[in-house]
């Protein structure tokens, strides 16, 4: 679909405001496409990349879970503060540093670590389903806060966020294993997930 087909559908068809919408495409064109490379909605062909979009497998396969999944999402940010607050410090740290090529989450403050903990696992991610990696000197308070609760494997190399790769940061990163009977997604579809809910987030403006 084109910006204008979504745009129609959701305003004609689906009764949504029209400028929540077109501030939620707005978002979507300049911010999840234009800085973060994540393509994986895009149609062959499409309007805002050259080519298709070369990880937009399963996208299809997936579509039911992420759209229940969605659902979870907006009942608790309706319903709970907390979560709210959460989902919003959580959407606003994927689009900062997310690297469309090569996902992962992201966090480089204890706080947006703690809210990226507490979405995914809020949205069914079990603690045995995360691998938490970090990449930085192991004195710093990211890392010692990240250890408290969990296993977090100190690894040295390039960053895990899109930039430089050769400009050394201090980060965090969460990817989601695919186990047997899990409530969650797949990884890149979790990330799918992040792509919607950040778009819907910032269409409220």
């Given at each position: 679909?084109?910006?204008?087909?979504?745009?129609?559908?959701?305003?004609?068809?689906?009764?949504?405001?029209?400028?929540?919408?077109?501030?939620?495409?707005?978002?979507?064109?300049?911010?999840?496409?234009?800085?973060?490379?994540?393509?994986?909605?895009?149609?062959?062909?499409?309007?805002?990349?050259?080519?298709?979009?070369?990880?937009?497998?399963?996208?299809?396969?997936?579509?039911?879970?992420?759209?229940?999944?969605?659902?979870?999402?907006?009942?608790?940010?309706?319903?709970?503060?907390?979560?709210?607050?959460?989902?919003?410090?959580?959407?606003?740290?994927?689009?900062?540093?997310?690297?469309?090529?090569?996902?992962?989450?992201?966090?480089?403050?204890?706080?947006?670590?703690?809210?990226?903990?507490?979405?995914?696992?809020?949205?069914?991610?079990?603690?045995?389903?995360?691998?938490?990696?970090?990449?930085?000197?192991?004195?710093?308070?990211?890392?010692?806060?990240?250890?408290?609760?969990?296993m977090v494997e100190h690894v040295t190399g390039p960053r895990f966020s899109r930039g430089p790769q050769r400009i050394p940061v201090t980060e965090i990163a969460i990817s989601i294993k695919q186990?047997?009977?899990?409530?969650?997604?797949?990884?890149?579809?979790?990330?799918?997930?992040?792509?919607?809910?950040?778009?819907?987030?910032?269409?409220?403006?």
């Amino acid at each position: 679909w084109s910006l204008i087909d979504l745009k129609v559908m959701a305003v004609d068809e689906c009764t949504q405001d029209e400028a929540k919408v077109l501030r939620a495409l707005d978002y979507y064109r300049d911010q999840v496409i234009g800085q973060c490379g994540f393509d994986d909605f895009e149609p062959d062909p499409s309007e805002l990349i050259q080519g298709s979009a070369p990880r937009s497998k399963g996208l299809i396969r997936a579509q039911k879970e992420r759209q229940y999944r969605m659902g979870v999402a907006q009942d608790l940010y309706r319903k709970d503060d907390r979560f709210r607050e959460a989902l919003r410090t959580a959407c606003s740290a994927w689009v900062s540093y997310v690297n469309g090529d090569d996902a992962n989450f992201v966090a480089r403050t204890e706080h947006e670590y703690t809210a990226m903990i507490e979405v995914l696992s809020r949205l069914g991610a079990d603690q045995d389903q995360l691998d938490i990696r970090y990449v930085g000197p192991s004195g710093s308070a990211l890392y010692a806060h990240a250890t408290k609760k969990a296993m977090v494997e100190h690894v040295t190399g390039p960053r895990f966020s899109r930039g430089p790769q050769r400009i050394p940061v201090t980060e965090i990163a969460i990817s989601i294993k695919q186990q047997a009977g899990s409530r969650i997604g797949e990884g890149r579809d979790v990330h799918r997930l992040f792509a919607m809910l950040t778009c819907c987030i910032n269409g409220e403006a």
